[in-house]
């Protein structure tokens, strides 16, 4: 039996609809070829665990484009449209047995709400029917319609932080393989519910961690049911039918599907009231870095502020409140502001500069009057070292560190992804010498540091507040808190693929 031929593809970038600035071509780390496959084969994330599980099953890998970037405004659409148009160039011409695509599910683009529904709706249209399309996906993902009706096959990572991401690329391909084979008659069922997660959105614990249980109890007693997911929109794509959305797959069998859908989703649906956290504030966290010397270094999820759902990474509200406290400790804090790099890289290593550093990009903050010591310059490119991302390449922009008393700002050309101590490290800041360390994120920073630093979440103003009525949210109205949403029965759509030759079919339970 020949070697299936499967194309492909990976396109990352989560996208915030309230941060204006656009992002760009350059922004974009892209390999193409065998370079794509390099890369893949020695990351910890979706088209990794695709790359593995094809190589495992002996199958020929066609790789296409591999595209990604730190999430934050929308994406030029030129860059998108060249990068789809390629992608399905190449299944145009190499006619593939089936598609497997790494894709993050929350990319926005200039003018252009579900590209990854549009991205799957082309391929489709280019290979026909009989191919079967696959797609691995981050559990924070829009899920809409458009990709269940293009793909055969549409799964998500299961943990937040998300240290499962191999094994959903490795879920994809190997789903889509028994779909080619034969194996499997792929049937979806997919339930909408209105609603926004307000931050207790980890699967280790509370409502999460019950839903999961339930829908992995579904997947051991029902021999057809071969997947679920749990999407957790991300809150910041103000798009049509945003919010929680529950699949499952079973094996040519719409009533199981219909079933497990059903259970996980009215569970969900009646215990929204408990996707509401709270955090210490910014004072609770200096008290307990102050109190608690036993846990240094510390390590703060900044959760306003945070580059990972796509806010611009300018806050200055923990520098003017640890000038304001007088707080004697170490602490390591990234902050955007291009314009701060280049008087500090023209002033020197050495120098002594005094700088107003960030708050340009974010409403409501204000600049922090900074005077210190230029004690690193650096072109901002890393290798990620942590489980989270852990192998694949990030970059700050050219960057300076200035360091006054026992602060040291890491200032940044770019909002920088710093879940990860190689961004900080590989700038001259020892973790292990910090008291605190800020990094830009809420959720992933607790894998890639640990045994590095102790982590603290904290409630902090900017961009990325898990506040809904804070935001002018349109197209994604209503949604349960903003608006008053009553659900009388929770009702599956079913997307049936079962007849590969016949294509697909859309049942309203």
Not at 56 to 82: M, N
Not at 156 to 172: F, W
Not at 371 to 386: A, E
Not at 475 to 494: N, S
């Amino acid at each position: 039996m020949p070697r299936p031929r499967v194309l492909v593809a990976h396109l990352f970038h989560e996208g915030h609809c309230f941060n204006p600035t656009l992002t760009r071509a350059e922004d974009f780390f892209v390999f193409e070829g065998a370079a794509m496959l390099e890369a893949a084969r020695s990351s910890s994330g979706i088209l990794g665990g695709i790359a593995r599980a094809l190589d495992a099953a002996c199958a020929e890998i066609i790789p296409t484009l591999s595209a990604k970037t730190r999430p934050g405004g929308p994406v030029e659409r030129g860059f998108y449209e060249d990068a789809k148009g390629r992608i399905v160039a190449a299944a145009a011409a190499e006619a593939p047995d089936a598609v497997c695509l790494s894709l993050h599910g929350a990319m926005l683009v200039d003018g252009l709400a579900d590209p990854e529904g549009d991205l799957l709706a082309a391929l489709r249209r280019t290979v026909g029917n009989a191919v079967p399309i696959a797609a691995g996906f981050d559990l924070h993902a829009y899920c809409s319609r458009a990709m269940l009706a293009a793909a055969d096959i549409v799964t998500a990572c299961k943990e937040n932080p998300h240290s499962d991401l191999q094994a959903a690329g490795e879920r994809a391909a190997r789903l889509a393989l028994d779909v080619l084979a034969g194996r499997l008659r792929p049937v979806t069922a997919y339930v909408h519910l209105p609603f926004m997660s307000r931050g207790n959105s980890e699967t280790a614990s509370g409502p999460l961690r019950e839903l999961h249980d339930l829908g992995r109890a579904w997947l051991a007693r029902a021999p057809s049911l071969v997947d679920y997911s749990i999407f957790n929109n991300h809150s910041f794509i103000d798009a049509p039918s945003m919010g929680q959305v529950v699949l499952a797959i079973a094996d040519a069998d719409p009533a199981t599907a219909e079933a497990a859908a059903a259970d996980i989703a009215t569970r969900m649906w009646a215990a929204r009231e408990r996707f509401v956290m709270t955090w210490p504030d910014l004072d609770a966290v200096i008290d307990r870095v102050m109190k608690e010397p036993s846990g240094r270094p510390y390590v703060m999820g900044d959760k306003g502020d945070n580059v990972l759902a796509g806010a611009p990474g300018d806050g200055t509200a923990l520098l003017w409140l640890l000038n304001e406290r007088g707080a004697d400790l170490r602490v390591a804090l990234p902050l955007t502001d291009a314009a701060a790099v280049n008087a500090a890289r023209a002033a020197g290593i050495g120098a002594t500069v005094s700088l107003e550093v960030g708050g340009r990009l974010t409403p409501g903050m204000r600049p922090y009057p900074l005077t210190g010591t230029v004690t690193h310059l650096g072109d901002g490119n890393f290798i990620n070292t942590g489980l989270y991302m852990r192998g694949q390449p990030s970059r700050l922009g050219p960057c300076a560190v200035v360091r006054s008393g026992g602060l040291s700002v890491l200032l940044t050309s770019e909002p920088g992804l710093t879940q990860d101590p190689a961004a900080f490290e590989s700038n001259g800041i020892a973790i292990a010498e910090q008291d605190l360390v800020v990094a830009k994120s809420f959720f992933h920073f607790k894998l890639s540091f640990e045994g590095h630093a102790t982590p603290i979440q904290a409630d902090t103003p900017g961009m990325s507040r898990f506040a809904p009525t804070e935001l002018p949210y349109t197209h994604g109205r209503p949604f349960w808190p903003a608006d008053a949403i009553t659900l009388d029965r929770i009702a599956p759509v079913i997307f049936d693929r079962s007849d590969r030759g016949r294509g697909l079919a859309v049942r309203f339970r």
